[in-house]
């Protein structure tokens, strides 16, 4: 019986396919890749066409012995990788490294959008040919990244300390989150006033509604953009003015307006508006959400989730139609299925929307067997695609105006809405309502209003003033950030949630709140694409790193998806503005200045012996020696070169004329501070505890230490941070070190951070000395979440330090609240120390060896 070899991506995803074949099948996983391009070097020749060096990954050796095994026993190959263009080129790569095992003609590619058992065998029942056009288009991309990341990253790291790469998308990411920093830092408030009227019917009923002030003489109030309308109350003189011109005059309703306004649904998820909500409706990040929905995915359970097309299959429409028809009535179905579009045409339209496999899998089924945060968004799935299929829901708006004023005439309104058919509100509930934004002034206030009349007088229980200030844009959020790429067509659906992990990963930007914030290092490396931005249009030159040409890239790269453009071709074009970004990138330090800070090290006698470390030897004579070779062959320094010549200048003050010292403003050094090399002599011997790693990071006290060590040899002062760093060190480990007690008060270790500290920290963490029962750890992804070490960690550190820093505090009364139950003085200080209210606490519990 002949047999065939069908090869997909994910092991889950071979066991679910596997029990939809027959037996004359044999499905294995590729996980992931199995070539790419080398890892340590550029493996791409712009001199020869664009020529693609692929080797096989570390991986991908073990398992293309595996399938050349099993394809030995095989007649035919099914390459079933994902429908996107990463499963193309993965199949692609498999063809290439199999075909000599199997015949080229019984290769087949096959393709499906859900992994259910009609989807699997109708794509098995029409398999197809590679599409070479789909795999351009992933080559094209893979070698852009890889031309801008070796060639452009190099530039960057020279320059800036700390900096670690340029990407194609991820740098022009950064750039928007520091230019919307810039805005926020730029943005000047300015001051002005609501107003608003409790009111009642001076007759049955006499329920209290609120007006709010609309207009002053037509003139409109209040804030639009963030910017203040023409009619704004913009001090209290004025405000106090308008009350008194109000005191006594009678405020009457001048206009009463109904109206039904209709609101549709919204289009089924795709990629990034399922991120989006995610993020807004769930608080999950990106990478969360799309590690969740490919379990999903992998489960049968939902269509593929890299998509941005608003499809759906016929089939799906006509089974959700009948599903809305007998659950909640034909009224809610529409006379015709509704159809979405983008604007805009998209490279990958044969996809579909984001949506369940089975539409009678309403979320909580029994027998679904999902982890409860997998069934929060499997539920968010559901309902949205349910109420995408069906009827707007009807609204009736009530609008009522009242005026008052003989003098000045002041409108004052309120709005209500009551719903009069649900539509699609029946699945979604208010979500939809709720996820239209309003800023500030500029929306309505609802609330219930009575049955009014025109011309009807109100009485006035209280007149209402808020003083408030014109509030700058906000910070990107995650959800935010991927909206704002996917709006300049940057980025795809795979590439979102990468994206924000390597910004966070480089350190470029943090989360505060959920929101992004660029660090210096961040701010940094967008300061010099801005500043070589400006270079290449002076010259009339594009910049690589500008919003609309990467939006371009992203443009051509559809083009050679769709057989228009040939990807070498786009290429061609791309590439001479990589070289000249390069080109331009390159600051330099001035010719003049570099000469004279030589000239002034020529007159040095007396060099610091070499400083030899783990990795290299620090020696300033010959550092010296060459950069003044480099500089008499004609070779610009760079201006991190030159920094680095002017603190060497500095280092040897005392040794230069007095000449050279003026000129170049040099600085005495500062000196090491006398107690610092004490505190790491404390630290020698101690046993330091084994490395940590979060993310890519790994925090190890020994080789930080030892890096100290290395600077304060060399003779230089440490920064105030390093000497926290140091100080909490010594206070970490000094159960190890002698009459640690006595050398602490000695040194005034810690002093400063208590003195800083947050007086609710002491309390709440002797608060918790009372918890018996701790939650059992938690594991999410790689990461694992352990209660009790949390606190024990921030209690030693407390100790230690004296102060725990504000993120760290935030997270400890949130961890409170959760052991509320155990803590009988909780309620009586949860006021007095700022604690959240008490929260459920987990179920599965661990016994306290405390």
Known sequence: MSKSLVIVESPAKAKKINSFLGSSYVVKASVGHVRDLPPKKL???????????????????????????????????????????????????????????????????????????SAILAAFDTPQKIDMDRVNAQQARRVLDRLVGFQGSPVVRRQIRGANSVGRVQTV?????????????????ETYFTMGAEVRKQQDPLDRFLLKLARINDEPVGTKDRKLLPGAVKSAEQLATIQAELENDELRVSDIATKEVKRSARPPFITSTLQQSASGTLSFAPARTMGLAQKLYESGLITYMRTDSFNIAQSAQTECR??????YGKEYIPEKPNIYSRKGAAAQEAHEAIRPTNVAARPGTEGMKLEPAEQKLYTLIWNRFVSSQMVPARIARRTVEATVGRENVYLFRATSSDILFPGYMKVSGMEAAADRPKQGDEAEEEGQIPPLEKEEALDVLDWLTEQKETKPVARYSEAALIKALEENGVGRPSTYAAIMSKLDEREYVEKVKRSLVPTALGRELVGLVQRTELKLKSGNKTDLFEVNFTADMEARLDEVEAGRVEWTQMMEAFYPSLLEWIDHAQETADVAWVTRCLEALSHVQSWAEPVKTAKRTYDDHKTFTDVKETAEAGELLSKRQGEMLFKMCCRYY???????????????????????PRKLALLQG????????????????????????????MGKRLSDRQVAFLDSLVGKYGEQIENFE??????????????NADPTTA??????????????????????????????????????KGAL??????????????????????????????????????????ESNA
């Open 43 to 117: 493996g791409v020749d712009p001199e020869k066409g664009f020529k693609a060096e692929y080797t096989e990954t570390t991986r991908g050796k073990k398992i293309l012995k595996e399938l050349k095994d099993v394809a030995k026993t095989c007649d035919s190959v099914y390459l079933a990788p994902d429908p996107d263009r990463e499963g193309e080129a993965i199949a692609w790569h498999l063809f290439e490294t199999l075909k000599k095992t199997v015949s080229e003609d019984n290769f087949y590619r096959v393709t499906y959008n859900e992994i259910t058992k």
């Open 686 to 713: 101690i046993k330091f505890e084994e490395p940590t790693q979060a993310g890519k990071r790994v925090y190890d006290d020994s080789k930080f230490v030892k890096s100290l060590g290395e600077q304060v040899t």
């Open 173 to 189: 990411a950064l750039r928007l989150v520091v230019e919307r920093e810039l805005e926020i830092e730029d943005f000047s408030p």
């Open 805 to 846: 820093s504000e993120r760290q505090l935030v997270a400890l009364k949130k961890m409170v609240a959760r052991y509320a139950v155990q803590i009988p003085s909780y309620a009586a200080r949860q006021e007095e120390l700022g604690l959240p209210a008490p929260r459920k606490p987990k179920t599965k519990k661990t």
């Open 742 to 755: 006595e050398i602490k008060a000695e040194l005034k270790l810690g002093e400063q951070a208590a003195a």
């Open 654 to 676: 005392h040794q230069i004329p007095e000449a050279f010292v003026s000129e170049l403003e040099l600085a005495e050094p500062e000196a090491v501070r006398e107690d610092t």
């Open 763 to 800: 309390p709440v963490l002797e608060m918790m000395e009372q918890i018996v029962e701790w939650a059992e750890p938690t594991k999410r992804g790689k990461r694992e979440y352990n209660d009790r070490s949390f606190y024990d960690s921030l209690a030693s550190q407390f100790k230690s």
């Open 322 to 327: 009948t599903f809305i028809e007998s659950t």
